[in-house]
């Protein structure tokens, strides 16, 4: 799956976070996008996603000749970031097993082997509002690597993560995301090392 961004900007009140995003995320790249905080990758992202719209400026999606209708594109896009919610009051098992009914899984894998990937097994059956913010975390990468999509976009993927956290998305970015589009928004090489190509915010500001 292909994505174009033509002259992408986003203004808030009369503040323009970035002007005039125009590339091209081609099928199976994996690109970076790197900033401060502040530089508005996190906002590109959910562009991207289509979570949120830009103030001005286009994003076009296409499958192989097919141009897609944005309101179809989150079947194609699994998406993680350090603001997302997840339902507290649901357990991790209740959980992936509602966001799979949405998105189907990678071949090969069913909830419970998620949850043993995880390493979080003694905690599946607690209620999230229980997990700390690294489990919490890893549950959100889980949902999004392991769904099968084209798109995988990835916001500061290793936020509250320890060392053993970092080197399991690695893993599993290494071993679940071949061929598959992979963009991350980051200032941390950790999260972006194996990214092929990288643009700037600092450029379009």
């Known amino acids: 799956m292909k994505i174009s961004l033509e002259a992408v900007s986003k203004r808030y009140q ?3 976070v970035f002007k005039d995003v125009s590339t091209t995320y081609e099928a ?3 690109y970076a996008i790197l900033g401060q905080n502040g530089s508005g990758k996190s906002t590109l992202l959910r562009i991207i996603a289509g979570i949120q719209p ?3 400026g286009k994003v076009f999606y296409r499958s192989g000749d097919t141009m897609l209708e944005q309101t179809n594109v989150f079947r194609h896009i699994s998406f993680c970031a350090p603001g997302m919610e997840l339902p507290d009051e649901l357990t991790m098992e209740e959980f992936l097993n509602f966001h799979f009914t949405y998105k189907a ?3 090969g894998f069913s909830v419970k082997s998620i949850i043993e990937a995880t390493g979080l ?3 599946a059956y607690k209620p999230i ?3 700390s913010s690294g489990m919490k975390q890893r549950v ?3 949902q999004a690597i392991f769904s099968d999509t084209p798109i995988l976009l990835l916001d500061e993927p290793c936020t509250n993560l320890d060392e053993a956290g970092v080197l399991q998305y690695r893993d599993w970015i290494a071993d679940y995301a071949k061929g598959r589009t992979v963009i991350v928004a980051s200032n941390d090489v950790r999260e972006f090392a194996f990214c092929e190509e990288q643009m700037r915010m600092s450029d379009y500001q």
């Open 14 to 16: 009369r503040y323009w």
């Open 28 to 30: 199976g790249g994996r």
């Open 54 to 56: 830009p103030s001005k």
């Open 105 to 107: 899984l990678l071949p």
């Open 121 to 123: 097994s003694r905690a």
């Open 129 to 131: 509002s229980e997990y």
């Open 140 to 142: 959100k990468l889980a």
